[in-house]
């Protein structure tokens, strides 16, 4: 909830709640004990501690997995605390609690693991245990702070993992739309790209190095106030690459309903858990707005654009 000395500047659209929007929405979250029943959990947002709730879920009826963890950092998230702890025990936690929902995966599940460069290996251990490891996504976040004695700290990584070898990956799905610089032509024809109004484009395989993904900022409508907020145009990558329509995604650090919200933008079902009152109903808001509103800033016409090529096409101001 906005507090009410809180201003906002005109233009800043930083999603909040009022309230009685909070009061509303908080009668609508889920509170443990759960049904054994996953129909009575598709599209339903859980007030509770993850890693209490996960031994309880049913089993094998999840699709895919998105991992968003607290990084082994100290920082405040809503009413809760956590502490930085040496890597070796925060690879122990992680494992700890990853055990307990793994049998609610089906054996033609992926999931996605994030973290920060300091606990990027951790996950890695404690996933290979367990799971498929594939590969590593490098996400250039933008942000992070400069410091004179060591590197600027940019970067976050996504582990993707199946399962097994039976999983689902719809590479055309996530191509990346980018202007061509060398326009080669054979026959007088393009080869392997194709012309537009505003330019010529191709269509790229999506590689593990992500840098046309802006972080949220004030102007855009999918900004919250969350720390660690993960950006829609990311989570739909995710989604469209390892899901189909109609399937379920599961996140048990939901925050402010990142992957809840594009997974109705895009069809899919959701189940999220949420520690915070606060958090899990502004999450419910926006799955809400995500009912009527399905734009995700980047992505258009079945198609990621390269950061800045989509204003360019549609002769819309720069994204």
């Not at 909040?16 to 443990?32: C, H």
């Not at 929902?101 to 245990?129: D, F, I, M, Q």
């Not at 990311?234 to 594009?262: H, N, W, Y």
Request: net charge positive.
């Amino acid at each position: 909830m906005e507090p009410p000395s809180k201003k906002r500047a005109p233009r800043n659209r930083t999603l909040a709640l009022t309230a009685s929007e909070r009061a509303a929405l908080a009668k609508t979250l889920l509170r443990p004990p759960l049904s054994p029943n996953a129909s009575r959990l598709t599209n339903e947002i859980v007030l509770g501690d993850a890693m209490r709730i996960c031994p309880d879920l049913p089993k094998a009826f999840v699709d895919l997995l998105i991992l968003d963890p607290p990084y082994n950092l100290t920082k405040k998230f809503g009413g809760e605390t956590f502490h930085e702890t040496s890597l070796p025990e925060y690879e122990v936690w992680f494992e700890s609690w990853f055990l307990r929902l793994l049998p609610a995966l089906k054996p033609s599940a992926s999931l996605y693991a994030c973290g920060n460069w300091k606990s990027s290996t951790a996950l890695h251990r404690a996933l290979e245990r367990h799971v498929i490891v594939r590969n590593r996504i490098t996400w250039e976040r933008e942000k992070g702070r400069g410091a004179k004695s060591n590197w600027k700290n940019a970067s976050e990584d996504i582990w993707f993992c199946t399962v097994s070898n039976n999983y689902f990956f719809d590479v055309e799905a996530v191509k990346l739309k980018r202007p061509v610089i060398a326009p080669y032509k054979e026959n007088g024809r393009p080869k392997d790209w194709y012309e537009t109004d505003a330019g010529g484009f191709r269509l790229t395989y999506p590689s593990n190095l992500w840098t046309e993904i802006t972080v949220p900022f004030w102007s855009m409508p999918e900004n919250t106030d969350h720390p660690t907020q993960k950006p829609e145009k990311l989570v739909s990558k995710l989604i469209l690459a390892s899901s189909r329509e109609g399937d379920l995604l599961f996140d048990p650090f939901l925050g402010f309903g990142s992957t809840a919200a594009v997974a109705r933008k895009l069809g899919r079902n959701f189940f999220g858990i949420e520690l915070d009152e606060t958090y899990a109903c502004l999450a419910a808001k926006r799955v809400a707005l995500a009912g009527s509103d399905k734009v995700i800033q980047g992505y258009g016409d079945g198609t990621f654009w390269e950061r800045n090529t989509l204003a360019l096409q549609e002769r819309k101001p720069r994204i």
